[in-house]
């Protein structure tokens, strides 16, 4: 079967750095995505990796290992607003998008 | 920015009531996708459309549920009867290119449906 693996929740501090984790084992790789969800509201893209090695963008970064099935969103300088959902999703060989659960981050002051 | 439009943003219904939901994507974008999202989980895919066609429905409880794209811009989902467990979010998201190729798929604010 296809699936996603991320932390169900995690806790950082305002002005930290937080590395969110995601493993996945699909038919086939076409591709990752990460995208933000705030409570109550949808998902916003963040990133899109396909090649092996770390993509920056401001200070959200994503990483891909695709020999490893392991990719992570690292966020720097985390700001109050940064509390939400992360959601890592994988395109299969079908080009089928296959979701993660989303790790739920918590910023605390 | 061109965003993708849903309506409405929150609806609530007593079980056995029918109910419809509306999606106009970014203007252009050939594909169009309804996800369900339960509190805590991923989106799930209930249909996506190419153009006016279905290219997956699989996981669309066909019974109660139908969607249609009938000219290939905007698109309905509909739930007839609702039951007590269709209480989520439904997600309406569209991409720009054909099949056999990875798109960013940017999706609308969502309609909250609440089954009484």
């Known amino acids: 079967g296809q699936n996603i693996d991320q932390p169900t929740e995690m806790t950082a501090t305002e002005g930290a750095i937080v590395q969110i984790n995601c493993t996945y084992q699909?038919?086939?790789?076409?591709?990752l995505f990460w995208y933000q969800q705030h409570a109550g509201e949808a998902p916003t893209f963040l990133s899109y990796n396909v090649l092996d090695g770390l993509e920056e963008k401001g200070r959200f970064s994503s990483f891909l290992s695709r020999s490893k099935g392991y990719s992570y969103l690292l966020l720097k300088e985390l700001q109050m607003k940064d509390s939400a959902s992360y959601l890592c999703a994988v395109t299969d060989s079908n080009y089928q998008l296959i979701w993660g659960a989303g790790t739920k981050l918590i910023i605390k002051p | 920015e061109a965003e993708v439009a849903q309506s409405p943003r929150y609806k609530i219904t007593e079980k056995s009531q029918a109910v419809a939901f509306w999606c106009d994507p970014i203007s252009g974008h050939a594909t169009l996708y309804w996800y369900r999202q339960i509190l805590g989980q991923g989106p799930e895919l209930l249909v996506q459309f190419q153009d006016e066609s279905v290219v997956d429905d699989s996981q669309l409880p066909k019974d109660r549920f139908s969607a249609e794209r009938l000219k290939g811009v905007d698109s309905t989902l509909k739930i007839q009867p609702a039951e007590l467990g269709d209480s989520a979010m439904y997600l309406c998201a569209s991409s720009q290119n054909e099949r056999e190729y990875t798109d960013t798929q940017y999706f609308g604010p969502g309609t909250r449906l609440t089954v009484l």
């Open positions: 699909t038919s086939g790789f076409n591709g």
